[in-house]
Each structure stands twice: as structure tokens, then as C-alpha cells.
């Protein structure tokens, strides 16, 4: 489809509204800026020269916007106002519509009225007017009222005529006039010689002939793809253009769906080579935006990583890797960690595998919130480990009215070449107390504190490597996705999904099977004896006189035993009913009137089920009989066995 005469509707750019800035308020505290000694008409020869300048390169833009406007211009059309053309139009008044509007059905978008020339004739499911207004000038001071016969001339006399309605006005019945002649409800409406539209499932969800569509836009093309059309998942993608003539992409942007990676968007700008990924809630490290540079490969390489923190149990939001930096934010942790800023050197070159060439950590400095439950000078803002200086520096947070925070630095002690101890002196701390009154620390608290901040930096350049490990895992598992790329299919879609389809067919086949031997068993009765003695080819006598004894045996032992079956309820309930009357002899001088109510009721219930089983034991004892000379007449009577047993 050719629109490349509009604009893309999703490059549309919504008018952004900006806020008037408040005037600061003046303090009469605040430092005077120096005083300005520049000439003031030198400033103002600088402005006019910055203001011919805008001149000259705004006269230069609209100067260019409007050779390119002429060259797009098309040709001179012979056919122009002569076509005839088809589309939607939306009366004002119900619903809550405020005004006329127009849908064009190629496109589905609203249009205004002045890109139509003129109006030929309205219809809908009712009636067909035929307009009778001049569009010399085109349709903007039209008029829809098509109960006004002037301007709307209807075809099929109908009562309820459509009249536009005022926003907000309410719909009442007019009652019609005595006097006004009858006119017939239902019209003899010509039938339709369009038959009734049937779209399959498999059409509707291809969207489009062939499962795609382009569509040609201003210096930007959009092309739509049914779901599961392409190998990769994605269902639509918009490239922009730096030419009319669409010859120059600037930047791409692609949409898809059901992905196993939870891939949603690849936003890429093919001038820097920027390639944005967004991925839905879900995926494996909760990883939800990914930028990088397709240009870039290996750790060198510049990326952001956003992360849904909720989801993490380290609490990470964010990570940004440079060559020279790794920058990591962090949310809710019980550590009240925030963020960690890595510093790295230049990396050392070496022969070998690259897992072993790590880079070298400079600096390590982490950021931590407030933790209100300790004082200010003992709770840690900002913790600074520097490797090839071998000390460590530390920063608190501010106390309340005051202006700076206490600090300390730390060298890090050498071991003893005698006994390998460390050695600890005053020497090797550095501090800054807010407080006049602060204690100076004691050796032993000094060296407590050491001990623990190289701990800490052990721990520290251990999550530091974890990160990097992280980041190159994330990396293997991009590549390893984008070569073999999964599509997740849902259970209710029958048609993709080949494990719910192959395990249907596999039960229907089963319950085929079963139902053919089924039918087959209540057909032939002889089947399970004929299968015990190996289904023999031919039958003989000896067969047929085993067979006889294997049924009569069979029915003889199923009588047995649904007689045995009946007459153990029949004694088992006896005895209960006898129990439950020996109970009440005992008890029935003590018995209230609701027991002796509920005893009444069992021994009623009792004696009925005492003798359904009395009757059904008698009629299997009457038809038992019955039942073996039946069985023996069908076998005597049987093609198969009758030769052998007559």
C-alpha cells in the first residue's frame, strides 16, 4: 500500500506542553555573582550576529523544506475528481460523538473532510440518500441532516429518518401526527447478491494475503507479518529513511511476540549503530532492557543493562559497562547498598585463554542510603577501596546543621616477615571528626576496623568479578537465542502446539482402540475363552467341550458369588438391627423422647433394606437356574460348537 504522502502515524510526535519555570526567590543570604564588565554593546552586536546567523540557517531549512515539498509533488492526475471512492461516515449526536467525523477503510485511520473532494450518495442497513448539495467547494460546510428532504433525498419512505442530535441531548419517541399517512415499517429491501462472509480461523490470523503487508509512508516503509509467520517471532517493523526515494535507513525499529527469551522490541539506529532490546516480565535474570553497540564486541564494549530489581535478590536495577568504568544501581537491599562505581586500568595483554585476563581493578567505591537506626558518624556513605594505593577511604553521612562529614583513611598493614603477623600502629589511619569531643580510637579498634575492610574488599572485588561473569553469561545467551531462536505456543492453540496435538491424537486413538474391543468383547462372548486356550485356528471337540465347561464354570462362580455377595449385606444388616435392639433394651428407661424418635426411624430404615436384600437374594436364587440352562442352550446353539456338542 502506497501512503507515501502522509506521515507514519507511529513517528507522529505528540506536542509536548512546556512548563513555565518559577522565579527562584531571591535570598538576601545567597552570594552575589561578580559583577559583569563586559560592554553591553559588544553583547549586543554578539546577539545580532547569533540572531542573523538563525536567520540565515532557518531561511535555509524552509528554503530546502520546500524544494523537497516540490519534488514530492505529484504529477498532474487526468483522472482527478473524476474516481469514485468509498468510505465511513460517523454521524454526530449518539454515543457521545461530539462531531462528523470520517474512517478511511483502506487504512482504518480517521480522516478530515477536506481530503475529499465531494459526496455522491450515503446508505446504510435501512435506507439510501442521494445528496443534493453542491461540492463545488468540497464538503467542509456540509451538511448531514438527513431528515432535511432538501439537502438528503431518501429512496425507501421509512419513519424513523435520522436526525442529528446535540451533544448531551437526550433521545425521546416523537409521537407522529393522526393525520400522517401510514407508511410500511419493513420495505421491500432488494436482496443481497453478496454472499455471507465466512473467514476461516487460519485467515484471520494471517491478518493479510500471504501473512504480509507493506505499507509505504514519508521516508518510512512499515511492514506488518502474521503471528508466527516469521522464524524469529517478529510481527511488524518500521524502518525510517533519510530520502524521500527510501534508499537510506537512518533506523529500524521491530516488534515481537511470543518468544521463549521474552523479546519484545529491537529499537536500532543504523547511523551509530545503537541497538536497543526491551523484554517482558519473566525472562532468566529478570533482564528487562539491554543497550548495546552492534560495532562493539567482547568486555571492551559499551551496554546498559536495566533489571527488574523486585525480581532479583541482590535488589540490582541497573548496570553500565565502559571500557574504563562498571557502574551498578541498586534498590531495597537490607545493606542499604545503592550503587558501586568500578574503575579499571588499562588491561595487560597476555597470551592464553581471555577467562584468565581479567580486568584490573582500580578503584572500587560503593554508596550506601542512611540507616537511621545508627548515628551519622558511624553509618557509612561512601566506601572507597583503593587496590594499587593499598588504602582505604571512608566517608559518613552528614549529621544533622552540619555542612561536611566525617572521614577516614585507611592503609592497608603489610605482614611481618619474622612471624608473619600483621602489623598495626596509629600511623596507618587518617581521620576527620565532625565532633571536638570524638574519642580518639584505640590500636584494637583500629585494627578490628581493618580486619574488616579488607574483608569487605575481598567480598567486594568477589561481586565485582560475579557482575563481569553475569554480564558475559547474559552475552553467550543473546548469541545462543538470536542462532536458534524458540517460539513458546500456548496450550488452547491446537493447531501449533505439536505436544498438546500429538498427546490428543494419542488419546483418541486409544479410546478408537478401546471402543473397537469393546464392541468386539459384547459381540462375541467367546472372546476371553477363546483367547485363554491361544485363539486356536480350527476348532475340534475336545475345544469346544473345554470351552462349554470354561463358560458354564464362569457363569456358575459369578452367581456364586453375587449370591454370597447379597446374603453377607443381608446378615450384616440383621446383625446391626439386632445390636441397635439389645442397645435399647438396656437403655430405654433413660432414653429422651428425641432418641427414642431416632431409634423408631433406624429400625424402620433397617427392616426396609432387610428385606430388599430378602427379595433380591430369592429372585437370584429363581433366576440363577434360569440363567445356566440360557447359557447352556446359546453354546449347544452356537456355529462354532454346535458340530462338536450336539
Not at 515481537?256 to 551509530?272: G, I, M, N, P, W
Not at 430404615?605 to 447359557?631: G, S, T, W
Amino acid at each position: 500500500m502506497d501512503q507515501s504522502r502522509s506521515q507514519c502515524p507511529l513517528l507522529k510526535k505528540t506536542d509536548t506542553v512546556q512548563k513555565e519555570e518559577g522565579k527562584v526567590k531571591e535570598n538576601k543570604y545567597d552570594v552575589k555573582p561578580p559583577r559583569d564588565l563586559r560592554s553591553k554593546y559588544l553583547i549586543k552586536m554578539e546577539e545580532r550576529k547569533v540572531k542573523e546567523r538563525e536567520d540565515e540557517e532557518r531561511r535555509v531549512k524552509d528554503a530546502e523544506l520546500a524544494r523537497i515539498a516540490e519534488l514530492e509533488k505529484p504529477a498532474p492526475d487526468e483522472l482527478y475528481g473524476m474516481r469514485v471512492h468509498c468510505w465511513v461516515l460517523v454521524l454526530a449526536g449518539k454515543r457521545e460523538v461530539p462531531e462528523n467525523f470520517f474512517i478511511e477503510p483502506t487504512t482504518g485511520n480517521s480522516v478530515e473532510a477536506h481530503e475529499y473532494l465531494g459526496i455522491e450518495t450515503l446508505w446504510n442497513n435501512t435506507n439510501y440518500w442521494v445528496n443534493m448539495q453542491d461540492c463545488s467547494h468540497g464538503i467542509g460546510e456540509m451538511s448531514y441532516d438527513l431528515g432535511d428532504i432538501a439537502r438528503w433525498e431518501f429512496m425507501f419512505p421509512h419513519n424513523d429518518k435520522p436526525l442529528l442530535m446535540l451533544p448531551g441531548e437526550e433521545e425521546f419517541d416523537m409521537p407522529l401526527d393522526e393525520e400522517e399517512e401510514d407508511v410500511e415499517e419493513d420495505s421491500d429491501m432488494p436482496g443481497s447478491w453478496v454472499d455471507e462472509i465466512v473467514i476461516p480461523l487460519e485467515d484471520l490470523q494471517r491478518r493479510c494475503p500471504q501473512g504480509k503487508k507493506t505499507i509505504l509512508y514519508k521516508q518510512a516503509k512499515y511492514e506488518i507479518f502474521a503471528e508466527y509467520l516469521m522464524q524469529d517471532g517478529m510481527v511488524s517493523r518500521l524502518t525510517e529513511f533519510a530520502d524521500s526515494a527510501l534508499t537510506q535507513p537512518v533506523k529500524s525499529m521491530e516488534w515481537f511476540k511470543h518468544r521463549v527469551d521474552k523479546l519484545e522490541t529491537r529499537e536500532t539506529d543504523l547511523v551509530t549503530n545503537k541497538v536497543t532490546e526491551t523484554f517482558g516480565a519473566g525472562r532468566q535474570r529478570a533482564l528487562r532492557q539491554h543497550v548495546y553497540y552492534s560495532n562493539q564486541t567482547g568486555s571492551e564494549a559499551t551496554r546498559i543493562m536495566d533489571f527488574d530489581h523486585s525480581a532479583r535478590t541482590d535488589g540490582l536495577k541497573a548496570r553500565e559497562e565502559t571500557p574504563a568504568k562498571l557502574i551498578e544501581h541498586y534498590c531495597n537491599r537490607d545493606d542499604f547498598l545503592t550503587k558501586r562505581l568500578v574503575n579499571y586500568t588499562k588491561r595487560v595483554k597476555k597470551f592464553g585463554p581471555a577467562e584468565g585476563n581479567e580486568k584490573p581493578v582500580n578503584q572500587v567505591t560503593e554508596f550506601y542510603g542512611r540507616d537511621h537506626s545508627i548515628p551519622a558518624d558511624d553509618d557509612i556513605a561512601e566506601l572507597t577501596f583503593l587496590l594499587n594505593e593499598e588504602k582505604i577511604f571512608i566517608k559518613h553521612h552528614l549529621q544533622d546543621q552540619r555542612i561536611i562529614a566525617s572521614t577516614h583513611e585507611y592503609l592497608k598493614p603489610q605482614l611481618s616477615e619474622d612471624k608473619g603477623q600483621v602489623q598495626i600502629t596509629t600511623d596507618m589511619v587518617s581521620s576527620f571528626q565532625v565532633e571536638r569531643r570524638a574519642k580518639t580510637p584505640k590500636l584494637m579498634h583500629i585494627y578490628q576496623t581493618i580486619m574488616s575492610l579488607i574483608d569487605k574488599e575481598e567480598r567486594c572485588i568477589e561481586n565485582v568479578r560475579a557482575s563481569e561473569q553475569e554480564v558475559r553469561d547474559v552475552l553467550e545467551q543473546r548469541t545462543q537465542e538470536e542462532l536458534t531462536t524458540e517460539l513458546s505456543v500456548s496450550i488452547y492453540d491446537t493447531a501449533r502446539n505439536d505436544t498438546a496435538k500429538k498427546r490428543r491424537e494419542e488419546i483418541e486413538r486409544k479410546k478408537r482402540d478401546d471402543e473397537a474391543r469393546r464392541e468386539e468383547m459384547e459381540l462375541d462372548y467367546l472372546a476371553p475363552f477363546l483367547a485363554r486356550i491361544g485363539d486356536p485356528a480350527q476348532m475340534t471337540a475336545d475345544l469346544a467341550e473345554q470351552l462349554k465347561n470354561d463358560c458354564l464354570k464362569d457363569l456358575t462362580s459369578r452367581l456364586v458369588d453375587m449370591a454370597n455377595l447379597i446374603q453377607g449385606r443381608f446378615e450384616k444388616e440383621t446383625q446391626q438391627l439386632q445390636w441397635k435392639q439389645n442397645w435399647y433394651q438396656q437403655n430405654q428407661t433413660t432414653m429422651t423422647k428425641e432418641e427414642e424418635e431416632e431409634y423408631v426411624s433406624y429400625c424402620s430404615e433397617a427392616m426396609f433394606r432387610i428385606h430388599i436384600l430378602e427379595e433380591r437374594l430369592n429372585r437370584h436364587k429363581e433366576l440363577a437356574p434360569q440363567k445356566y440352562v440360557a447359557l447352556e442352550s446359546r453354546l449347544r446353539n452356537d456355529n462354532r460348537l454346535a458340530e462338536f456338542l450336539n
